[in-house]
C-alpha cells in the first residue's frame, strides 16, 4: 500500500524543510511501519500558519452553502477511503480495524453535522426597549486556529477540531500525535478533492516540539488540544504567554463505573469489560474505577473474571476482522503501563485476572483487573490508559458517589440500576462532564463532549464545540438622532 508521508501546506505535499524524519513500529509485531513521516520544522510551522493567514479573508467571506458543499464531499471522500484509513490506523498503533472503522464513521457523523451548521451560525437582533438602541449581535470567526490530536483516536479528534473551526468560517492547522500521523498523513488528497482553497486546511507532523511551535504563535487566534493533563498545562501556558489565545483542552479520566444492587448484571458486567476494553482500554472517558454494591460484588466479581479471562482469547493482528482487541500503541506506553500492574503486584492489590504480557513481539498485555487498591494507590487514583480496571464495593448511594468525586478527574461517568429515580438523582451529583446510564459513554455528534476539574476545559462535539470557534460581536444603533 502506498501512502503520503510528507507536510501538507498550502494545497500541497511538501516535505520538512530540514528532512528530519519519524519513524513509526508496528506495535503488532515490532517492524519498522515507515521512516519517512516529515517532521514540521519551525520554518515549516510558519509557513503552514502563514498560507492559512493568507486564505482566512476568502474562506470567511464563502457562502455557507458553498462552505457545507465542501465539508460534505470531504465527508464522502473519508467514507470511500475508510478502509485504507483504517488500516494505516492499525498499522501505527494496533488499533483493531473494527475499532478504527467505526471511529472514522463519528468522524465522518461529525463533519456532515457541522457542514449543516455552517448554515446555522445566525446572530440576534433586539429592538429598542425604552433605550432607542437597536442591538445587534453577529458571531464571526476567529481567524487561523489549530488543533493537536493524541494519538488513540485521531480521525475523531480531528474531526472534533477541524470540522467546527472550517464551518465557522476559521482557517486550519493540525498537528498529528508523533505516534499515530499516517492516516491523518492522507487528508491531503481529500482536502483537495473536496473542493477546499488552498491554505484553508494545513496539516503538520512531529512530537511535543511541534506542538509547542504551535501553542505559543502569535498569529494563531485559537487552539485546541487533546492528550495528558501536564501536556495540557504546557499548552495553556504558551497561548497565555503568547497572544492570549483561545484554548480548548480534553485531557485525562480517571473515570467512576457506579453498579447499584438492582442493576441488569449481564449488561454491567459487558460494559465493564468489553466496552471499556476498546481500544484496549486507551480511552480516556473509559470507565477505569468499577464501584458495585456489596450486595452483588461476589456475583459481578466473578461473572467480570470470566468475561476478561475470554477477552484476552481476542486479542491479535489489528488489520485482522476476528480481532476484537488490539495490542497497546507502542513499546514506550507498554512499559508505562505495565509499570502501573508490576506496582500494583508489589503493593500486594489481588490481581483477580491478567496482568502478562502476551508473547514476545508486539504491546499485547492481557486485559487485568486489580481487585480493592488501596485509595491511595497510584493504580486507583492515576489514568493508566490501558486494559487495567479497578474494583472496589460500596454499601450505599451516599458512599458510591463519595468514591466516585474522590478524584482530580471529572471527565465521564456510568450508572447502572434499574431505578431511573436514582440514576438521575446520581447523575446530578457526580463531578464530570459526561455520563452514561446502564451504558459505557460513547461520545455523539450533537453533544458537547469534555470534562470538569482537571480533565479539561471548553467542549468539542454539539452545538457548543461550533461556538468554541465564534466571537460575538455587538453593534448598537442610536434610534433616536439628536436634532
Not at 458537547?448 to 476539574?453: L, R
Request: one cysteine or more; proline letters at 4%; hydrophobic letters at 40%.
Amino acid at each position: 500500500m502506498s501512502y503520503e508521508t510528507n507536510l501538507f501546506i498550502k494545497g500541497k505535499y511538501v516535505p520538512s524543510s530540514t528532512k528530519e524524519t519519524l519513524t513509526i513500529y508496528s506495535p503488532n509485531d515490532d517492524s519498522i511501519v515507515t521512516d519517512k513521516i516529515q517532521v514540521a520544522s519551525e520554518a515549516d510551522v510558519n509557513a503552514a500558519v502563514k498560507a492559512a493567514e493568507v486564505a482566512f479573508p476568502g474562506w470567511k467571506a464563502t457562502p455557507t452553502l458553498q462552505r457545507a458543499a465542501i465539508m460534505n464531499k470531504f465527508a464522502d471522500l473519508l467514507e470511500s477511503n475508510v478502509e485504507q484509513l483504517a488500516t494505516l490506523e492499525g498499522r501505527a498503533m494496533g488499533q483493531p480495524i473494527s475499532i478504527a472503522r467505526a471511529n472514522i464513521g463519528l468522524a465522518i457523523s461529525l463533519w456532515r453535522y457541522y457542514a449543516g451548521a455552517a448554515t446555522k451560525t445566525g446572530g440576534e437582533c433586539i429592538p429598542p426597549d425604552g433605550d432607542n438602541l437597536y442591538k445587534l449581535v453577529q458571531y464571526e470567526p476567529l481567524g487561523v486556529c489549530a488543533g493537536i490530536c493524541a494519538w488513540n483516536g485521531s480521525h475523531l479528534q480531528t474531526s472534533w477540531k477541524a470540522a467546527p473551526a472550517v464551518a465557522a468560517g476559521n482557517t486550519f492547522v493540525l498537528k498529528s500525535s508523533e505516534k499515530t500521523p499516517i492516516a491523518l498523513c492522507q487528508y491531503g488528497n481529500l482536502i483537495n478533492e473536496a473542493g477546499f482553497p488552498p491554505g484553508v486546511f494545513n496539516i503538520v507532523a512531529g512530537a511535543g516540539q511541534v506542538g509547542g511551535l504551535l501553542a505559543s504563535h502569535m498569529d494563531i487566534a485559537k487552539i485546541a488540544f487533546t492528550g495528558s493533563v501536564n501536556t495540557g498545562r504546557a499548552v495553556q501556558l504558551a497561548a497565555a504567554k503568547s497572544n492570549l489565545k483561545r484554548v480548548t483542552l480534553e485531557l485525562g479520566g480517571k473515570s467512576p463505573a457506579i453498579i447499584f444492587k438492582d442493576a441488569n448484571l449481564t449488561n454491567a458486567v459487558f460494559h465493564s469489560s468489553t466496552t471499556f476494553l476498546r481500544n484496549s482500554g486507551q480511552v480516556c472517558v473509559a470507565a477505569s474505577r468499577v464501584l458495585v454494591q456489596e450486595d452483588i460484588a461476589s456475583q459481578f466479581i466473578k461473572a467480570l473474571k470470566v468475561a476478561f479471562v475470554e477477552a484476552a482469547t481476542k486479542m491479535g493482528d489489528p488489520s485482522s476482522v476476528e480481532t476484537v482487541f488490539g495490542p497497546l500503541a507502542d513499546k514506550k506506553h507498554f512499559d508505562h503501563v505495565m509499570s502501573f500492574v508490576e506496582n500494583s503486584k508489589a503493593e500486594g492489590i489481588e490481581v483477580l485476572a491478567g496482568g502478562e504480557r502476551i508473547g514476545n513481539k508486539g504491546t499485547f498485555l492481557q486485559p487485568t483487573v486489580l481487585l480493592n487498591p488501596d485509595l491511595k494507590s497510584k493504580v486507583y487514583t492515576d489514568e493508566i490508559f490501558g486494559p487495567v480496571l479497578c474494583v472496589r464495593t460500596f454499601k450505599d448511594e451516599e458512599e458510591a458517589i463519595s468514591l466516585a468525586n474522590d478524584t482530580r478527574f471529572g471527565l465521564g461517568s456510568t450508572i447502572y440500576t434499574s431505578d431511573i429515580p436514582r440514576a438521575l438523582r446520581v447523575a446530578g451529583r457526580i463531578a464530570a462532564g459526561t455520563i452514561g446510564i446502564n451504558t459505557g459513554f460513547v461520545p455523539n455528534k450533537s453533544t458537547p463532549f469534555g470534562g470538569w476539574k482537571e480533565s479539561g476545559i471548553g467542549r468539542e462535539g454539539g452545538t457548543e464545540g461550533l461556538k468554541e470557534y465564534l466571537q460575538s460581536k455587538t453593534i448598537h444603533i442610536n434610534m433616536a438622532l439628536h436634532k
